[in-house]
C-alpha cells in the first residue's frame, strides 16, 4: 500500500498539473485574443488604405475627366506634334495651338485669292479644335501666297488647298506633301447626312488615318459621295462661283493615276486666309 507521504506527493503533483495545463490554456487564448486582434488591425489598415487608394483614384479620374472636357465654354484638344527627326521639307514648323480652345459661337474664314474672295462661316460647337488649329495657322500667315494644288473634277467635284510647300510658279511632285508639325483628330464627321458632303461645304483632307487632320482642306463645288471620314470645317458663304470656275476650267490630270484629279489649270493663290474673332 502506498503511504500517506506518497498520497500527498501525488496529489500535488496533479494539482499542480493542472495549474500548468490552465496557465498553458490561458495563454493559449490571450495570444490568439492578441493574433485576431493585430489582424483586425491589419485588416482596418488596408481597407483605410484601398478606400484612400479609390478616393486618390477617383479624384484624378474625376480631375482628368474635368481635364479632358475642359473648363466650362472649351475643350481640351489634343495636338500631337511629329518627331522633329526625318521631317521633310514640306513641314512647316509655326508651334502648336493652345489645348483649351472655345466650343461656342462662330467665326467667319476669310480665303483672300488672286480670282477674289472665299467666305466661309464655321461652327465652333461643332470643330472647336479644328477651327482652333486654323485660327493658329491663320495668325502664323501659314497659308499666305500657297497654291490651291489639286482640283478633281469627276466623281466628286473638290478643290483642295492648304499645303504650306505649294508655293512660287509652276508646280512640283511633292506639292500635296506638305502640312504644319502636328495632326488632330477629326470633328464633325457627317456620319447622318446624305449626301455627306454637300456643295459649298469646306472640308479638311487627311491620310486616311484617324488623327491625321493637319491643315490642308477642300472645298466642294458639287455634291460629293466622299466616305464620312473628313472633318467639316464649316460651309461657305460667298465665292462658290470663283471656285466653280476654277472647276469648270479643269484640270491638267497630274494626280489622275494615284489620288486623281490634277493641278487646276485656272490657278487659285491664297494671298492671305484670316480668321474671325469668336462671335456669339
Given at each position: 500500500?502506498?503511504?500517506?507521504?506518497?498520497?500527498?506527493?501525488?496529489?500535488?503533483r496533479?494539482?499542480?498539473?493542472?495549474?500548468?495545463?490552465?496557465?498553458?490554456?490561458?495563454?493559449?487564448?490571450?495570444?490568439?485574443?492578441q493574433?485576431?486582434?493585430?489582424?483586425?488591425?491589419?485588416?482596418?489598415?488596408?481597407?483605410?488604405?484601398?478606400?484612400?487608394l479609390?478616393?486618390s483614384?477617383?479624384?484624378?479620374?474625376?480631375?482628368?475627366?474635368q481635364?479632358?472636357?475642359?473648363?466650362?465654354?472649351?475643350?481640351?484638344?489634343?495636338?500631337?506634334?511629329?518627331?522633329?527627326?526625318?521631317?521633310?521639307?514640306?513641314?512647316?514648323?509655326?508651334?502648336?495651338?493652345?489645348?483649351?480652345?472655345?466650343?461656342?459661337?462662330?467665326?467667319?474664314?476669310?480665303?483672300?485669292?488672286?480670282?477674289g474672295?472665299?467666305?466661309?462661316?464655321?461652327?465652333?460647337?461643332?470643330?472647336?479644335?479644328?477651327?482652333?488649329?486654323?485660327?493658329?495657322?491663320?495668325?502664323?500667315?501659314?497659308?499666305?501666297?500657297?497654291?490651291?494644288?489639286?482640283?478633281?473634277?469627276?466623281?466628286?467635284?473638290?478643290?483642295?488647298?492648304?499645303?504650306?510647300?505649294?508655293?512660287?510658279?509652276?508646280?512640283r511632285?511633292t506639292d500635296?506633301?506638305?502640312?504644319?508639325?502636328?495632326?488632330?483628330?477629326?470633328?464633325?464627321?457627317p456620319?447622318d447626312?446624305?449626301?455627306p458632303y454637300?456643295?459649298?461645304?469646306?472640308?479638311?483632307?487627311?491620310?486616311?488615318?484617324?488623327?491625321?487632320?493637319?491643315?490642308?482642306?477642300?472645298?466642294?463645288y458639287?455634291?460629293?459621295?466622299l466616305?464620312?471620314?473628313?472633318?467639316?470645317?464649316g460651309?461657305?458663304?460667298?465665292?462658290?462661283d470663283?471656285?466653280?470656275?476654277?472647276?469648270?476650267?479643269?484640270?491638267?490630270?497630274?494626280?489622275?493615276?494615284?489620288?486623281?484629279g490634277g493641278?487646276?489649270?485656272?490657278?487659285?493663290?491664297?494671298?492671305?486666309?484670316?480668321?474671325?474673332?469668336?462671335?456669339g
Amino acid at each position: 500500500m502506498t503511504s500517506t507521504r506518497e498520497r500527498q506527493r501525488a496529489a500535488a503533483r496533479a494539482r499542480l498539473e493542472r495549474e500548468m495545463a490552465e496557465r498553458s490554456t490561458k495563454a493559449r487564448k490571450r495570444r490568439q485574443t492578441q493574433a485576431i486582434v493585430g489582424a483586425a488591425a491589419i485588416l482596418v489598415l488596408v481597407v483605410a488604405g484601398t478606400v484612400w487608394l479609390a478616393a486618390s483614384l477617383g479624384g484624378d479620374d474625376d480631375d482628368s475627366k474635368q481635364q479632358a472636357a475642359g473648363t466650362e465654354g472649351f475643350s481640351q484638344c489634343t495636338y500631337t506634334e511629329a518627331p522633329k527627326e526625318g521631317r521633310p521639307a514640306q513641314i512647316k514648323d509655326v508651334g502648336l495651338p493652345p489645348n483649351q480652345q472655345a466650343n461656342k459661337g462662330t467665326q467667319t474664314l476669310t480665303l483672300e485669292t488672286n480670282l477674289g474672295p472665299i467666305v466661309a462661316k464655321l461652327d465652333r460647337t461643332k470643330v472647336p479644335c479644328t477651327a482652333g488649329s486654323f485660327t493658329h495657322l491663320s495668325s502664323k500667315g501659314f497659308f499666305d501666297n500657297t497654291k490651291c494644288h489639286r482640283l478633281v473634277t469627276e466623281g466628286i467635284k473638290v478643290l483642295q488647298c492648304g499645303d504650306p510647300s505649294a508655293t512660287g510658279a509652276g508646280w512640283r511632285q511633292t506639292d500635296g506633301t506638305g502640312g504644319p508639325s502636328y495632326g488632330l483628330a477629326e470633328e464633325n464627321l457627317p456620319t447622318d447626312k446624305r449626301p455627306p458632303y454637300p456643295e459649298g461645304v469646306i472640308a479638311m483632307a487627311n491620310s486616311g488615318q484617324p488623327g491625321s487632320t493637319g491643315s490642308q482642306f477642300f472645298i466642294v463645288y458639287g455634291d460629293s459621295q466622299l466616305d464620312a471620314k473628313y472633318t467639316v470645317l464649316g460651309t461657305v458663304t460667298s465665292g462658290m462661283d470663283l471656285v466653280k470656275q476654277v472647276g469648270a476650267a479643269g484640270d491638267d490630270k497630274a494626280y489622275a493615276q494615284q489620288a486623281g484629279g490634277g493641278h487646276p489649270k485656272k490657278e487659285v493663290t491664297i494671298t492671305k486666309l484670316t480668321m474671325s474673332d469668336i462671335e456669339g
